[in-house]
């Protein structure tokens, strides 16, 4: 699936300059408040005893994010060349920039990353993005879930002062739920053998809404993709929505309040506009699989995707309704564990800690 994201520089430099110029003309929304600087390349952090401990041990890593923004990033060496490469659940192919690690435009086999459970040579896509992330460097390329479906990462965003993931070939997690981790079955959504899904193999949580805080769910219940990828550092606590949930809220005689409007051109170099939307007096509720509430939050915007070329992939193709998290939703979840081999990822919020 590819991903119909903003290119070359407008993708990393302009969001940074268009909130500038509406926080001073006073017209944006308010925003939640800043995150945390970059991480150091280095591994270097003491363990601290209120961190909850690592349960799956692997190669560790560790996290860079763009200031402002949550996107992982970790150092990997491919083809003898060593950089950052964006950590993204939602690119189903993995992939390498042009003119860094490959001249021509055809998908090329190179040797690396160094993961557990990969092979010593893997086949990438190339793209001729020329993206630099600020505070993180040159990208080098993307990892997918066709890599990432064949090893178990336990993603900590739980300590800023230690942002890192962990990559081993498998996980004994059935102690899990008796530490407080949230099990989110991933049948039909994200498995180490995806031949038989009708979806892309991309990682879901599930939402839905409810009137204030002590409100039920209203019944929009839908899945959303765990999208690492999506910077969402303008808008913290973004959600794409397709056409298909927006008519279902629209539906449910939700409010929505449309608060912006953003153009850019997709992956192909088509204008697409996206609608932005607000839901006052509402709060998103982040479910499981049979509706248990995880976790709620009444901060949030809603995002609804316009189809663009059509040719770009992703939830605003597709007929059924569908969700997209931005990649600030990382922060809350803390501490996250994707276990494809057994079609579960599992959650333990930092806000329960």
Same mark, same amino acid.
């Given at each position: 699936m590819?991903?119909?994201?903003?290119?070359?520089?407008?993708?990393?430099?302009?969001?940074?300059?268009?909130l500038l110029t509406v926080v001073v003309a006073g017209l944006m929304a308010p925003l939640t408040p800043a995150f945390s600087a970059p991480m150091s390349l280095a591994d270097q952090a003491v363990e601290d005893p209120a961190i909850a401990p690592s349960y799956c041990p692997g190669v560790r890593f560790s996290i860079q994010t763009p200031p402002l923004s949550s996107e992982p990033y970790i150092q990997l060496t491919v083809d003898g060349q060593t950089g950052p490469f964006l950590i993204d659940?939602?690119?189903?192919?993995?992939?390498?920039?042009?003119?860094?690690?490959?001249?021509?435009?055809?998908?090329?086999?190179?040797?690396?990353?160094?993961?557990?459970?990969?092979?010593? @040579?893997?086949?990438?896509?190339?793209?001729?993005? $020329?993206?630099?992330?600020?505070?993180?460097?040159?990208?080098?390329?993307?990892?997918?879930?066709?890599?990432?479906?064949?090893?178990?990462?336990?993603?900590?965003? $739980?300590?800023?002062? $230690?942002?890192?993931?962990?990559?081993?070939?498998?996980?004994?997690t059935r102690a899990l739920a008796e530490q407080g981790f949230w099990r989110f079955d991933q049948t039909g959504f994200f498995s180490a053998d995806p031949t @038989?899904?009708?979806?892309?193999?991309?990682?879901?949580?599930?939402?839905?809404?409810?009137?204030?805080?002590?409100?039920g769910a209203v019944g929009t219940k839908t899945w959303a993709q765990l999208d690492s990828g999506y910077g969402d550092g303008v808008r913290p606590y973004s959600i794409d929505i397709n056409e298909a949930y927006y008519a279902q809220l629209v539906a449910a005689d939700l409010p929505?309040?449309?608060?912006?409007?953003?153009?850019?051109?997709?992956?192909?170099?088509?204008?697409?506009? $996206?609608?932005?939307?607000?839901?006052?007096?509402?709060?998103?509720?982040?479910?499981?699989?049979?509706?248990?509430?995880?976790?709620?939050?009444?901060?949030?915007?809603?995002v609804r995707k316009g189809q663009g070329s059509g040719q770009c992939g992703g939830i605003a193709t597709m007929d059924e309704p569908a969700a997209q998290f931005g990649a600030s939703f990382l922060r809350v979840l803390g501490q996250i564990i994707f276990d494809p081999a057994n079609e579960s990822v599992w959650v333990l919020p930092t806000t329960f800690r």
């Open positions: 590819l991903k119909g994201r903003v290119p070359v520089l407008s993708m990393v430099y302009l969001p940074y300059l268009w659940y939602a690119a189903t192919a993995s992939s390498v920039e042009k003119g860094v690690l490959a001249t021509g435009d055809a998908p090329i086999t190179l040797a690396g990353p160094a993961l557990p459970g990969l092979p010593e @040579q893997n086949p990438f896509l190339v793209s001729d993005r $020329d993206i630099t992330a600020l505070g993180v460097g040159d990208q080098l390329g993307v990892i997918g879930t066709d890599m990432l479906s064949q090893v178990v990462v336990e993603m900590r965003y $739980d300590n800023a002062n $230690d942002e890192h993931l962990l990559v081993s070939r498998d996980c004994d @038989q899904q009708i979806r892309p193999n991309v990682p879901v949580l599930f939402i839905d809404f409810q009137a204030g805080l002590h409100g929505l309040v449309e608060v912006d409007s953003l153009e850019f051109n997709d992956c192909q170099g088509t204008l697409r506009t $996206d609608r932005v939307y607000v839901l006052p007096g509402y709060w998103l509720r982040l479910e499981d699989a049979e509706g248990a509430a995880m976790y709620r939050q009444a901060s949030f915007y809603l």
